[in-house]
């Protein structure tokens, strides 16, 4: 009997081990037939090195990602003759080249902070860029020199604030003014955007807010660096973006002039609240971003108006190549709207992308492929590694790879004829327009799909009439706003723009109706809880396994998809959010709303938390203290008391409600310094946290989870990083 066994058991272990080999066989033989995509995994391989690196809780030492490239690469080496150890090498050394990418971007753009809040003082600087808000006009400054003596670091740039718009401000002015400098905000709450993160890639060392005026000033003598060609080429630029701005805006007026330059020179700054609020719940916020629409179609347009100006030459059409000669005034256009633009992030995306396309024309080759949107993203993180993390780079490349993936799909199964997508060229025009409309609904459907994880994790709203508002605005935009731009600016050289600007402002009338109408429909947008930073990679290494393969072992990255979705349901909010800049505390109520310890000052702290927890922020201002129910709040002169989930909270207003409250409550907040002996006044210690614990967290969120207390800070995510000022004491000495 035991030989039986002894059989089965050789049996048993022959057939796992034939599984284990058929199966092995099976994802060797699938992965070497899609070996032309192999490619398209490079940027992927940056990223996830880039994202290793800002997860870490320390800065790493200097050697740490430059060695591990070395070792992958020397591993490599060694291991040539194995194909499975020279591909994981490979993936190794992608990952380690984005960590040292990361790594020496951020020391290349080390620059002193702030780390302290200044009194007025008088300085001179130089203006780089302006923006005209609704009552305020927001400055960034160069080269800022104080007077008088001053311990403060020697700033490399600032961001001030200014309410006057008596003086005339243009890049590259010199202005003398009083100021008050702050250094850059961190988070509001754990998790929440980083401000100062962002601050420290564009060498924002100090933030503040003007008094009084500023005056014009000449450069001051002695500059350390006085600024070169490239900084006078770039004032030149910003000068040119704000006359353009300005003189858009005076003859539209209104929210029209303001959407007009943020289509063609991507200045924002004009737009109202209720505007941007309207275009964001319709889904058409992403029309106002300087992207591949706009860059498309400004090239496009130009191209085949310029190629059907030549074509009515038969001399220069029957003896030239007008098509490339229109591909390369082109590729002229795209860049020079590119620099219009500001040179924003999807605005050198959609250039980089553009400029292949044009490219290929010129070598006549098929340029629209993942390739093409795989070595556009290698670019930009080669160059700005940081550009990971921003929403627009997010946004901006899912979409575009979602699309041209549906359109690889649809090209290999032949759906796809000259006329579009969903069929050929071919009919009347009702039959043209309806193929337009379904081409604009099925892009609009898949771009949709593949932004909405971003959209929910950076803003956790969801627009439900987004296809419906697209299927009206692309079109408008497509066919009326943008090539009517074109002409704008070709024209404004010569003053002779007005009626092509006043028909432009006829179309943004139509969009701007479009998007009120839409966003006041009930059930507009959906406010949900943030995916986990987790579940955002599941979900984006998900999706990027079912575009990138072709074969059917691309649906494993469905349950990936899932997975990341998933996670919504277990982000719980925090029971208490806690900001000691803000001076404010939530506590969430019994009915899921969170209430406020005060409204008055701290209302962008108050909605900001309100939209990372998927909340509408227009409640804020009505959710006091004093609206809670007494049943769990209340409050008095001296601070406040409150039960959650079983435990007492105390808030203390005045130091004399110290002694009672620290003997009575589980937890106690206060702004003010508690007594040393708070905490042992009662048995279990009450879990204090005061003035003090606030100076080194920044801002607190704290869950109840059953018997435990759990505590988040901001000084805890942000961890010892260069760009986190609060948590580092050497940015003083520089």
């Known amino acids: ?247 858009l805006r005076a003859d539209l007026g209104g929210q029209e002039g303001a959407v007009a330059a943020a289509l063609i020179v991507g200045d924002r700054s004009g737009l109202s609240e209720a505007t941007t609020q309207n275009l964001r719940d319709s889904g058409l916020a992403h029309l106002l971003a300087i992207s591949g629409l706009h860059l498309g179609l400004m090239a496009g347009t130009f191209f085949f108006a310029m190629r059907f100006v030549l074509a009515l030459i038969p001399p220069l059409a029957l003896r030239y190549p007008i098509k490339k000669w229109a591909a390369v005034g082109a590729l002229i256009v795209a860049f020079v709207y590119m620099l219009l633009a500001g040179a924003t992030v999807p605005a050198q995306r959609a250039f980089l992308m553009i400029a292949i396309v044009f490219l290929a024309i010129l070598i006549d080759r098929n340029a629209i492929s993942l390739r093409l949107v795989a070595w556009a993203a290698t670019v930009l993180l080669v160059l700005s590694p940081e550009l990971l993390l921003s929403v627009s780079f997010q946004l901006s490349f899912a979409a575009v790879a979602c699309l041209v993936a549906a359109y690889e799909h649809i090209s290999d199964r032949r759906r796809l004829a000259t006329g579009g997508w969903l069929g050929s060229g071919e009919g009347g025009w009702l039959q043209s327009l309806a193929r337009y409309l379904g081409n604009v609904g099925l892009a609009t459907v898949i771009a949709t799909l593949a932004t909405t994880p971003f959209a929910v994790y950076h803003f956790n709203r969801l627009a439900w009439f987004g296809l419906l508002a697209n299927l009206i605005a692309v079109p408008v935009t497509a066919l009326w706003i943008m090539p009517l731009a074109l002409v704008t600016l070709l024209l404004m050289p010569f003053g002779l723009d007005g009626p092509f600007v006043f028909l432009m402002g006829l179309g943004i009338t139509l969009l701007l109706w479009v998007a009120e109408t839409v966003a006041s429909w009930p059930g507009a947008i959906s406010l949900l809880p943030s995916i986990t930073p987790l579940g955002l990679g599941l979900l984006v290494m998900g999706g990027l396994w079912l575009i990138i393969w072709r074969r059917r072992w691309r649906w ?78 209340r409050c008095d002169a001296l ?79 942000s961890g010892r990083r260069p760009w986190a000022w609060w948590s580092r004491d050497d940015l003083a000495d520089r």
């Open 639 to 717: 601070g406040c008391r409150a039960l959650l989930a079983g435990r007492s909270i105390a808030i203390v207003r005045q130091p004399l409600a110290f002694r009672e409250d620290c003997r009575r409550n589980d937890i106690v907040l206060s702004f003010s310094p508690a007594p040393a002996a708070c905490a042992s006044a009662r048995s279990p210690p009450a879990r204090v946290i005061d003035r003090g614990r606030l100076a080194e967290a920044k801002a607190l969120a704290i869950w109840f989870d059953g018997e435990a207390v759990r505590l988040k800070s901001v000084a805890q995510v």
């Open 556 to 633: 494993l990255g469905l349950p990936f998809v899932l997975a990341g979705w998933s996670t919504v349901a277990v982000n719980s909010p925090p029971q208490i959010l806690v900001s000691q800049e803000a001076r404010m505390i939530a506590l969430q109520g019994p009915d899921g709303h969170y209430y406020f310890n005060r409204l008055r000052g701290g209302r962008f702290v108050r909605e900001s938390w309100l939209e990372d927890r998927g909340q509408d922020k227009a409640a804020a201002a009505e959710r006091g203290f004093d609206a809670a129910g007494e049943d769990w709040l």
């Open 1 to 247: 009997m035991s030989q039986a066994y002894g059989k089965a058991g050789q049996s048993e272990t022959a057939g796992a081990a034939s599984w284990r080999a058929a199966v092995a066989a099976a994802v060797g033989d699938a992965f070497l037939a899609e070996r032309d995509r192999w490619v398209l995994w490079c940027p992927v391989g940056l990223g996830c090195g880039i994202a290793l690196y800002f997860a870490l809780p320390a800065e790493p030492a200097p050697e740490w990602g430059i060695t591990a490239l070395v070792l992958a690469v020397a591993s490599g080496w060694l291991a040539r003759r194995n194909a499975a150890l020279l591909g994981l090498c490979l993936c190794l050394g992608l990952v380690f080249a984005g960590f040292s990418l990361a790594q020496w971007r951020t020391a290349s753009v080390a620059a002193p902070v702030l780390t302290e809040e200044t009194r007025a003082l008088w300085l001179t600087a130089r203006v780089l860029r302006v923006e005209e808000r609704q009552t305020r006009v927001r400055l960034l400054l160069a080269q800022p020199v104080i007077e008088g003596p001053s311990a403060l670091p020697r700033l490399e740039r600032i961001r001030l604030s200014m309410a006057s718009k008596r003086l005339a401000v243009a890049p590259g002015d010199w202005l003398r003014l009083r100021a008050v400098l702050r250094p850059p905000s961190p988070p509001v709450a754990p998790g929440s955007y980083d401000f100062a993160r962002r601050a420290y890639f564009e060498r924002i060392g100090a933030v503040g807010f003007v008094l009084g005026h500023a005056e014009p000033a000449k450069a001051p003598a002695g500059l350390a660096a006085p600024p070169g060609l490239f900084a006078e080429i770039g004032a030149r630029w910003e000068r040119l973006r704000q006359r353009i701005s300005q003189r």
